[in-house]
Every structure is written in C-alpha cells, then in structure tokens.
C-alpha cells in the first residue's frame, strides 16, 4: 500500500492520541491496543498450529528491566507464551471440558 494513501488515517491517529494525552488516559489506551494486536497474534499463531497463552500477574516493570524497554518509551502490558506443545504431552489428547454455549453467551 504507498504510503500516501495512508495520510488521512495517520492524522486520524495523531488526533486520537493527542486527544488521549490531553485527557490523561493514553497509557489506557495504549494498553487496549496492546490487547488488539495480542488478539491478532494468538489468532494469526494458532492459524500456524502455534500454540499461545495471554498472561497477567507479571512483573511488568521486571519485564522493562530485563528487556530494556523504557530506554525505548515502551512498558509491558501483557504477556503471552507461544510455542509448539510436546508430542509427548498426554493432556493435549484428552477431551477439552466447554460449558454449553447458552451459558457463556449472552444475546442481546
């Protein structure tokens, strides 16, 4: 895609984030689109037979240190393990436990 034809949506962002800093709520923000793009990447994995899992409970500022994150402008949000399970893994094989969908779902 050339690049000029994204200018109007460049200048959308700018506003947006503008707007964001001006209230005081950009690192807010910043975090919910972190969660989009780790949406993105646990679906685009499991497309590849990849498998993930999204973590909380971390040490975000050990995250920083260990990858040098804020020498960046950058802080963990979250976290997310990927990779191939072991072929060896019997608990991969067994049969996942769902609820019914009428019980998670709420249609509106």
């Not at 460049?10 to 910043?30: F, I, P, S």
Request: aromatic share 8%; hydrophobic share 40%; proline share 5%.
């Amino acid at each position: 895609m050339p690049r000029d034809s994204l200018a109007q949506y460049h200048q959308m962002m700018l506003g947006t984030l503008k707007e964001a800093t001006d209230r005081g709520y950009v690192n807010e923000w910043c975090s919910r689109q972190a969660y989009i793009a780790l949406g993105n990447f646990m679906t685009c994995a499991a497309m590849l037979g990849i498998d993930t899992c999204p973590m909380e409970g971390f040490v975000p500022d050990k995250y920083d240190e260990i990858l040098g994150l804020p020498k960046r402008g950058l802080k963990a949000v979250v976290a997310c393990a990927a990779g191939y399970r072991a072929a060896d893994d019997k608990y991969s094989r067994l049969k996942k436990v769902r609820l019914p969908l009428d019980e998670i779902v709420i249609r509106v």
